[in-house]
């Protein structure tokens, strides 16, 4: 019997703590953006490929913006709904 929060292959599963969080930081710093299946094996996390790359990718990557859009942001998206539609 497995515990909660635990896959069929031991990958943990659920939130990600800060501390995984600053392994998977220090690994792409060390190592790049890129090799995420070989990632849990090399950085000690026992996440799936995967799961670190959606993490990366959407919560920890520099330069990723958060808040609200700006007006010019605003704009382009309503020009081009208006060009493009619902598609």
């Known amino acids: 019997m ?3 929060g635990v896959s ?3 990958r943990r599963k659920g939130p990600w703590t800060s501390e995984e969080d600053k392994l998977l930081s220090e690994y ?3 190592h790049g953006e890129g090799r995420w299946s070989s990632l849990s094996r ?3 996390l026992n996440r799936s490929g995967k799961s670190c790359r959606l993490r990366w990718v959407n919560y920890l990557r520099p330069g990723l913006k958060r ?3 700006s007006p ?3 704009g382009i998206i309503i020009e081009l709904h208006a060009m493009w539609g619902n598609k």
């Open 42 to 44: 090399c950085s000690g």
């Open 28 to 30: 792409v710093r060390l």
């Open 72 to 74: 010019q942001e605003k």
């Open 2 to 4: 497995r515990g909660w």
């Open 67 to 69: 808040g609200q859009l």
């Open 8 to 10: 069929e292959e031991g």
